[in-house]
């Protein structure tokens, strides 16, 4: 069972910036389609970002020029950079394949907020 560990949440100011990182427990990130996800508090979980093979990438509207994201498959781990944060992308962030194959890692909390 392929283990993922998000990590790089905290709390920023409005404007700022975090960058976060997914690391797995097997060499997965070359072989599928990645993405990170969030969660805010009652809402259901939405996709954010995503990277296809060939590192084409899609991004939720909500997101668009303001997100980043990136693999090094050579170190097993996938990255968000998230500039320009903003009070609604407070969430829980989670990264998984997409369509998501494996069992959800813990997340990282990432907080915006003045």
């Known amino acids: 069972q392929v283990h993922l560990v998000e990590t790089g949440g905290g709390l920023e100011q409005p404007g700022g910036s975090l960058r976060l990182s997914c690391a797995a427990s097997?060499?997965?990130?070359?072989?599928?389609?990645m993405a990170w996800y969030r969660q805010a508090p009652g809402k259901q979980r939405e996709l954010v970002a995503l990277?296809?093979?060939?590192?084409?990438?899609n991004y939720a509207d909500s997101v668009k020029g303001r997100f980043t994201i990136s693999r090094d498959s050579t170190k097993n781990t996938m990255y968000l950079q998230m500039n320009n944060l903003k009070p609604e992308d407070t969430a829980v962030y989670y990264c998984?394949?997409?369509?998501?194959?494996?069992?959800w890692g813990q997340g990282t909390q990432v907080s915006v907020s003045s």
């Open positions: 998984n394949t997409a369509p998501a194959q494996y069992s």
């Open positions: 097997e060499t997965i990130f070359s072989q599928y389609t």
């Open positions: 990277i296809r093979r060939g590192d084409y990438t």
